[in-house]
């Protein structure tokens, strides 16, 4: 066969054609989007925020469903997260939705470890899409994604600044999730307070260098609602899944004696922003950012972590095969040493055991001794005493002789007198 | 006399279209995404479904990319087609004449991107041209160039995406679709055509077409297809689209006409002439004009409508999804020969190593320069 040479021509970049009609690619975002829609999608919102802050109340009022059946149990020390999964389905767009809540967030009296079971639980989804990515035989497109798009942080409506746990908290998360900071129940605040707070907030964020979740703005289509939007971060919510007859109308509300707060009217909470913001706008891009930027460091620090590193192109073979080599004699090292503590542990057991039963056998044949000493003791005894016995028994069978020899003598010589002396009693 | 199978596809399809809603008129949207949003009166309505227009817009906005090798021996039509497919001269012979005309002595692969828009879509085009396959006097093992050009796409690919710091988003240079020329010969799949789609269909999506399909009249077109999809079948061919990768019933449905159909019998044409009053692009002859777009004539739109309207996207997820990672299980586990059985999937390695860094060397080792 002819030499086969394989001329590959770069383009210099690729060149702008225009086309004399219409090709019909332009149905590629529908192609795209028809996908997805047989696919589904999937997003998670994790929840941070003290007991008691409504966190429950705001999911029910954001999607419009009774989530759970009975209010979370407060009864175990320390931060736990729970987790559930909903399929919620609007028109053609079926969603699997994961609600992720802190339980116990804030309750304790030594707070500094509260960040930790968020953080590691934020870790975990990463890793768990890391393992998948990195298997061999791997099922992408189908994996349930657990990663967390979107973390809605709940303050509590003081009025006056943020918590120091909040600080530190949303501190150690802002590099892992979006953060989303949200005021709490802010009915209880009036609306100058409400001003001064979220001033008073947002410059403690930048003060401490939060990072929060920014709204895009760099898609001319939705970059002025989001950059509005982001000036009117924290969002102050207010949730209610009870309706309200106002007017002829039934509306999301909280009834007080003093009057009505309407969740959905803007003059009253920022409810309408927020899901506004969180679904109907930036959905996509919360999830984009969580695999584009999130999970990628992510990724990069564990893999760095671990030891392993980009080679630069111009030592490509070599520190690679460096690299490689001795990852894998340090593997086959340990291999190798794993399996002599295993043998050697079991020729230890040998040894163990085969001395236990020599001891055993030892014994065994000292028993055998001792009985067979005791056996024959008792046997020389027995004889002693048969001996004796029959010496007796000689000794009285010689002396019977003897007796009945003498009584045959006396009877042949007075056997009258004897009938005589018999004769006499008997009368 | 036989008809050829007209509208009753196309129906069938925009049947399926708007029934999976994805035909549907532009600027479709989600009425309320874009109508009351702030003021309350959309009761019960949160808005999940507005995420189809935000994925449209990031669609939109990046762009999409789009790779088609073409393979077929000289005169075949290869270049024209493209050109008629993308209404554009994509064709490499129409960015650098030749003015000899010449057809080199071994396979050559020579891709050329553009940069393509309609209606504020944009997409970039990667046609990969093979010049000289099947020309020679000996062809045998003809198809190596091109098998080692596909998988050297997937290693690209692979490389990339085992980096530490790797880009947002991976260049795709993986083949999406590869069309194949078959002669217009009329009677039967000639031995190389069989080998080559046997083994190229195991590792790229293969459409087999019939070239200059002008010289075939309608019966001996549809004998000469029955003809091939007898010997595919024969063969174990799989092209696209592929049995086995149907989704579910209605997949099946749209798929096995689509199958029934192929190959599909190819006129192409960058000529315009004037017909009843229409300017439409075909090839004039002394007894008359074929209209390339017309279905009457030949099966250009159909392949059009498979490639570029509907199935596109579909291409592309059966290249990602099942050729690359097929080839990424096989490069994974070729890198550790040694090393048996493969730790990810035995139960015993990872009762043995719990944990995973150990799991993850295996997936590093693969970065040792190929054999």
New interface residues.
Partial sequence: ???????????E??????????????????????????HG?CFNILCVGETGLGKSTLMDT???TKFEGEPTQHNQPGVTLKSNTYE?Q????R?KLTVVNTVGFGDQINKEDSYKSIVEFIDAQFEAYL?EE?????T??SYHDTRIHACLYFIAPTGHSLKSLDLVTMKKLDSKVNIIPIIAKSDAISKSELAKFKIKITSELVSNGVQIYQFPTD?E??AEINSTMNSHLPFAVVGSTEEVKIGN???KARQYPWGTV?????NHCDF?KL??ML???????LR?QTH?RHY?LY??CK??E?G???TDPDSK?FS??E??EA??NE?MGELQKKEEEMRQMFVQRVKEKEAELKEAEKELHEKFDRLKKLHQDEKKKLEEKKKSLDDELNTFKQKKTAAELLQNQAQQAGGSTTLKRDKERKK | MLSPPTTCYLLLLQAHRSQRGFFEFPNHGSPQAKGDKTNGSDFGYVGIDAILEQMRRKAMKQGFEFNIMVVGQSGLGKSTLMNTLFKSKVSRKSVQPNPEERIPKTIEIKSISHDIEEKGVRMKLTVIDTPGFGDQINNENCWQPIMKFINDQYEAYLQEEINIDRKKRIPDSRVHCCIYFIPPTGHCLRPLDVEFMRRLSKVVNIVPVIAKADTLTLEERDYFKQTIREELRANGIDVYPQKEFDEDAEDRMINDKIREMIPFAVVGSDQEYQVNGKRILGRKTKWGTIEVENIAHCEFAYLRDLLIRTHMQNIKDITGSIHYETYRVRRLNESNGHFTPHPSDHPLWRNLCNCYPMQMFWFFFFKLPTK
């Fill in positions: 066969a002819a030499e086969m040479r394989i001329a590959k021509m770069e383009g970049g690729a060149r702008a054609v225009p086309l004399a009609g219409h090709v019909g690619f332009d149905s590629m975002p529908d192609q795209l989007v028809n996908k997805s829609v047989n999608f954001l999607f419009n919620l609007e028109s053609n767009v969603l393992q990195l298997k061999i035989k791997r992408l497109h898609d289509s939705v109308k039934m509306v309407q969740v959905e009217n803007e309408v899901r506004e679904i109907r706008v930036n959905m996509e891009d984009e584009t990628e990724r990069r893999l760095e671990m392993f590193k980009d073979p690679l095969q690299t490689y990852k894998r593997f």
